[in-house]
């Protein structure tokens, strides 16, 4: 699949999404979760919302042994126990970048072909997906927009180890539960209990992906393929793709998931300067550059910069039987 949407269209996504989301309320109530699949990071005991706590006014996530898991005040669980996690979360000013890009709109079109491999996979009742690294929650948000009035039967978990992203992904998805845990850990989610994993540029634990979904389950994963932002990248600074990711993926993957779909998605963008900046710092470059040396870097080109966004959409079914 080659997708290269007219400059029209692409600001009419645009537009029409940052004028929704200015229009979504701050978070005022508990995320609807018909079916809650969390399990206890320290105990492994199943996870509930407690009933004492939310006449208190704060929600909290408690299990039968009294491990209590208060929200924060930005909407989000915080289920990292013991020294929490080895990696390095996104910071805000990482995480800044990132919001004020997709919600202009440029990765819309992404986002709506996520939502359109998953949505029939979430049709009836009780369904439940899990977006492993939610970061600020956009393309969680468009699948659920797009599922419309189904969703009100489907349970919504974002995982995400930065709490300066989960403080954007609660507001812009109160309707999820979201957590913040490190995905190279066991995972807080019960065995056989979702039905559907997206993992959008973002780490990949095959053995618990595969543990927690359910026969007849999918994961879905988005990757950037060979030439993504190459115009970009050559300019900044930023890492390449290898030729050889699309293999590498598979194999991390064989052990527990066949490949089911692949398909690949063009989008050309026409940015400004400080939408380019913002698209460079908001990836794993930010780790090691500031947004003021990518800008420097940008300085003295056309104040318009075009450049292909490349995609491969990998759908994978459990291997075996249970696939």
């Known amino acids: 699949m080659r997708f290269s949407p007219g400059k029209l269209l692409g600001t009419q996504f645009g537009l029409h999404f940052i004028m929704r989301q200015r229009d979504r309320p701050k978070m005022e109530r508990m995320p609807s979760a018909p079916f809650l699949p969390l399990l206890c990071p320290i105990c492994r005991a199943p996870l509930d919302f407690g009933d004492a706590v939310l006449a208190a006014g704060r929600p909290a996530l408690v299990c039968g042994s009294r491990h209590s898991f208060d929200a924060a ?80 039967g489907v349970t919504a978990v974002g995982l995400d180890i930065s709490k300066f992203a989960l403080r954007r992904a609660a507001r812009l998805n109160p309707d999820a539960v979201n957590l913040a845990c490190d995905v190279w850990q066991p995972l807080p989610v019960a065995d056989a209990a979702v039905d559907v994993v997206t993992v ?13 979904l359910r026969p007849g389950g999918r994961l879905v994963v988005v990757t950037p393929r060979a030439g993504h932002l190459a115009s970009l990248a050559r300019q900044t600074g930023m890492l390449g793709i290898g030729a050889d990711k699309d293999d590498r993926l598979a194999d ?40 003021a ?11 318009v ?13 459990l291997a075996g039987p249970a696939g």
């Open 200 to 212: 959008i540029f973002a780490p990949r634990n095959a053995a618990e992906f595969a543990r927690v």
């Open 293 to 303: 040396a990518i800008v420097g870097k940008l300085e003295g080109l056309a104040p």
């Open 305 to 317: 910069i075009e450049v292909e966004a490349r995609f491969r959409i990998t759908v994978f079914r």
């Open 73 to 152: 005040k930005q909407g989000y669980f915080n289920l990292l126990v013991g020294k929490g996690t080895v990696f390095e979360a996104d910071t805000s000013e990482m995480v800044a970048p990132r919001f004020a890009f997709l919600e202009s709109g440029h990765y819309r079109p992404l986002a709506e072909a996520v939502a359109a491999a998953v949505a029939p996979v979430l049709s009836g009742g009780n369904r439940t997906i899990l977006d492993s690294g939610t970061g600020t929650g956009h393309y969680l948000r468009v699948l659920l927009d797009t599922v419309g009035a189904a969703a009100a």
């Open 252 to 291: 991390s993957m064989s052990a527990h998931f066949v490949v089911e779909s692949a398909d690949n998605l063009d989008i050309p963008l026409v940015l400004t300067l400080g939408e380019a900046a913002d698209l460079a710092f908001m990836g794993p470059a930010g780790h090691h550059v500031d947004r």
